[in-house]
């Protein structure tokens, strides 16, 4: 089972920007990194946890809640089996805590489209990012 390790998040002001990072062990020759979806989750006090952004490099694909479009940026660094989360321009609602979530093949279409945390059987321990107005 793939292994993950978040660091990153804190407190910062409206408008302002952080980077979540999320190490990730335990591939197998069936289950590369390049295979596997990797990406985040956010749970705020009182809502369901909902999918943020994923990247899947093999698959060449991204993926990006409307909420977060155009401020959010996924990225992944082959060599050190990492992947990163820049968020720009931040705001009070994107306060929650952040999950780092993996899911090794076979990969499902509907990913992309709605990702379901009950898709993913690998889960990182959950920073914490506080958005202040």
């Known amino acids: 089972e793939v292994q993950l390790v978040e660091s990153g998040g804190g407190l910062v002001q409206t408008g302002g920007s952080l980077r979540l990072s999320c190490s990730a062990s335990?591939?197998?020759?069936?289950?590369?990194?390049?295979?596997?979806?990797i990406g985040w989750f956010r749970q705020a006090p009182g809502k369901e946890r909902e999918g943020v952004s994923l990247i899947c490099n093999s698959c060449d694909r991204t993926y990006y809640a409307d909420s977060v479009k155009g401020r959010f940026t996924i990225s992944s660094d082959n060599a050190k089996n990492t992947v990163y989360l820049q968020m720009d321009n931040l705001k009070p609602e994107d306060t929650a805590v952040y999950y780092c979530?993996?899911?090794?093949?076979?990969?499902?279409?509907?990913?992309?489209?709605?990702?379901?945390?009950?898709?993913?059987?690998?889960w990182g321990q959950g920073n914490q990012v506080t958005v202040s107005s």
């Open positions: 335990g591939f197998t020759f069936d289950a590369t990194f390049d295979d596997t979806v």
């Open positions: 979530a993996a899911r090794p093949p076979p990969l499902l279409t509907r990913l992309w489209v709605l990702p379901a945390a009950a898709d993913f059987p690998s």
